[in-house]
Each structure stands twice: as structure tokens, then as C-alpha cells.
């Protein structure tokens, strides 16, 4: 028996590193550090960093749909 390979196409990402982006919903300046599929989810994902109020660098994981570009904004 032979078999065969699923043919997937991905979406081209919309953003990628270095890009400096926003939630949709909100919130801080963010710069795109990463930008590609993962394994757990369909989609494309950002791993995105930028500093809080207090100064301390954060980062997460956010799906591409989520995040649109920030305009004139300093980020991480």
C-alpha cells in the first residue's frame, strides 16, 4: 500500500521579525520577534516582546489574526 503525502498550503505571513505590531483589542507597542506556523495550531504565529510599566521585558505568542501594525510607535 502506498502512501500518499497531503499536500497543505500556508498562508504567506502577513507580518514578520522586526515588524512592530499591536493587539487588535489594545495595549503596548510590540515587536515581532519570531513569525511562522507552530505545531499546536493552525495559522500564523508571532512570538512578540515589549516592555511593561515597570520597565521589565515581556514576550508571548499571539495568531497573526490577532495583531494588526502599530503606527509611529516605539516598541521593544
Avoid at 502512501?3 to 521579525?17: D, F, H, I, Q, S
Amino acid at each position: 500500500m502506498r502512501l500518499g503525502r497531503r499536500l497543505t498550503r500556508r498562508a504567506k505571513p502577513t507580518y514578520r521579525a522586526g515588524d512592530v505590531l499591536k493587539l487588535k483589542s489594545g495595549g503596548r507597542p510590540m515587536t515581532a520577534t519570531w513569525s511562522g506556523p507552530v505545531l499546536f495550531a493552525s495559522g500564523n504565529w508571532l512570538i512578540c516582546q515589549w516592555f511593561n510599566d515597570a520597565g521589565e521585558l515581556q514576550q508571548e505568542m499571539f495568531p497573526e489574526e490577532t495583531l494588526e501594525r502599530a503606527s509611529h510607535a516605539l516598541a521593544a
